[in-house]
């Protein structure tokens, strides 16, 4: 029996579908374990397929390529020396699960299925898969290995059965998506909680990248059994980590490794949206973005993400201004293109405006100007916009935040429409605060200029849209910190109406926007998708029914 292990972390990305490409990346990473040394390799939850892989996994043709891809995989082990453990999807008595594979001896050693199925959020394994039994150790050089699956270490009954069976340590692969604070949670309220329950140590390895609206941040981590943290992976990024671990009088630690620093608030919130992107964007093959740039601070700081995911040369914006655009749009507009780097044309849109009144003007004789024409306006934008990507390629990036997509102050078929939407879970308050450290810090994984991205003025000037004289977002809202802090009661924490008001808040203020929230419904469900940052977006978690009576008043 070993008294001695070497372990390496592998904290990849992955593609979704790409079964070969996949198998690809972890025969490489296993080359270089094993030129480290390393007995073992780790990969992330369904590695091989790619996670979440949705109802791809009930395709037949899909699960068998999988199937073969492992059993290849298995082969290259029988030079003895790496072992892989490798997280796929498998088929047990005619059942699906979700599982991870043991690959030793040119063989596939031994299999784990996972036991806790997550149906909540963004998760819906259990229309999926079905659950596995409680599992056991697998014997890996005579060494008791446990094998919780994600999902399984956020309850307590798979650890400790584990423990009760002989496990000696907990090898956790994980695919966690991103959410505020959630690298915290993992580490003080989950693996601490198992490694104190079962006295033995956990190392939780999680997946990195995008994948539509989730993204997932890596940061994976070991605890030893007293608690202590010898190992941290960095966020946002691939990398491998050899970990050495020892068996004591005490039972099997974790040597002291490498302990990276995690992004902080709200680099962390800036990183996932540029990640998000990135992987979007490439793994789709558009070739770059383009963009409406206003002058304002969402199509600013827009801008700069796109930047900090591609490169400045992939980003194209666009200022598009009517006859009540201002001159210090223009400037702005053209002053933030200059400071990010990226290209900048100027395309008025006044002569399809007029072309629409003369178009319109026998339907309409009889009614007086109103939002219709501001809209009229947003969707012409967009049919520009979608021109050019249309006739050269780049996708459409949209910009609106959270805040306005709450209360539909945005134009459905107009500044709505595009492939993706970085702010689509940022509310405006959120935008305001990575602005301005955007504007002093540049992400640890961005391509953008080292320097401030946007002027300073876009982030003090009232947000207007700019589709009526002297139009204010403060004229049909109220001021966004209160808006805001509506909308975070309302959406986030499920808060009704009287408890908004018992906290202070104006009781037809929140009516209002409760009805504003409820009505824009039909709206959001035809926006693009963007990554999700809180634990209610719109879309994976937030689920509403289009037509819904009720309200809380």
Request: glycine content about 8%; aromatic content about 6%.
């Amino acid at each position: 029996m070993a008294d001695t292990l070497t372990i390496t972390l592998a904290q990849l990305n992955q593609s979704v579908g790409d079964i070969a490409g996949n198998a690809a990346a972890m025969l490489a990473a296993r080359e270089r374990a094993k030129a480290a040394g390393a007995d073992l390799v780790v990969f992330p939850e369904m590695q091989l397929v790619g996670y979440p892989a949705e109802d791809l996994v009930l395709k037949p043709a899909f699960v068998a390529r999988a199937t073969g891809e492992l059993e290849a995989m298995a082969k290259v082990t029988a030079d003895g020396a790496t072992a892989m453990l490798v997280g796929s999807i498998f088929v047990v008595d005619g059942a699906l699960h979700n599982g991870v594979a043991l690959l030793d001896g040119g063989k596939v050693a031994a299999i784990r299925l996972k036991h806790e199925l997550p149906n909540y959020g963004t998760f819906d394994e259990v229309r999926l898969f079905q659950p596995g039994p409680l599992p056991e150790p697998i014997v890996f050089k005579g060494v008791m290995i446990g094998l919780p699956i994600c999902e399984d270490v956020w309850h307590p009954d798979v650890c400790r059965h584990l423990a009760d069976f002989g496990a000696e340590l907990l090898i956790c692969v994980n695919g966690s998506p991103y959410e505020i604070d959630k690298d915290t949670l993992r580490i003080d309220g989950v693996a601490r909680r198992r490694a104190h329950d079962t006295g033995l140590p956990l190392a939780y390895l999680n997946r990195v990248g995008g994948q539509d609206e989730l993204v997932f941040d890596g940061a994976s981590f070991v605890v030893n059994g007293d608690g202590s943290v010898p190992v941290q992976l960095a966020d946002w990024v691939e990398q491998e980590v050899t970990t050495r671990w020892t068996k004591t009088a005490k039972g099997w630690c974790c040597d002291a490794g490498e302990v990276a620093k995690l992004a902080e608030h709200p680099e962390d919130i800036y990183c996932a949206m540029v990640l998000a992107l990135r992987d979007y964007v490439d793994r789709n093959r558009f070739p770059g973005l383009v963009l409406g740039l206003s002058g304002g601070i969402d199509s600013a700081i827009c801008a700069a993400i796109a930047a900090d995911a591609l490169g400045p040369e992939r980003v194209w914006s666009v200022m598009l201004p009517s006859r009540f655009t201002s001159q210090l749009s223009l400037d702005l507009a053209t002053e933030c293109a200059r400071m990010i780097g990226c290209r900048y044309d100027t395309i008025p849109i006044s002569p399809a405006v007029d072309a629409f009144d003369t178009m319109l003007e026998g339907t309409f004789a009889d009614k007086d100007v109103d939002i219709t024409e501001e809209n009229v306006q947003s969707r012409i934008r967009c049919v520009t916009l979608m021109a050019l990507s249309n006739k050269f390629g780049p996708m459409l990036l949209t910009t609106g935040n959270k805040s306005e997509m709450s209360v539909g102050y945005a134009t459905i078929y107009g500044d709505m429409a595009g492939g993706y939407n970085p702010l689509k879970d940022a509310y405006k308050m959120t935008v305001f605060a990575i602005s301005e450290w955007r504007n002093t810090h540049k992400p640890k994984i961005g391509l953008g200029p080292d320097g401030p991205v946007m002027p300073h003025a876009i982030i003090t000037r009232p947000p207007s849209a700019e589709l009526r004289p002297d139009q204010k977002d403060a004229d049909s809202l109220p001021a966004y910190p209160v808006l805001d802090k509506i909308l975070l009661g309302l959406v986030e924490h499920e808060k009704s109406v009287d408890q908004l008001v018992a906290e202070g808040l104006d009781r037809d203020v929140v009516v209002r926007i409760e009805r504003l929230l409820y009505v824009a419904e039909y709206k959001r469900r035809q926006a693009p998708p963007g990554v999700k940052l809180g634990t209610r977006n719109f879309g994976r978690d937030r689920r509403y029914p289009i037509t819904n009576a009720f309200r809380s008043a």
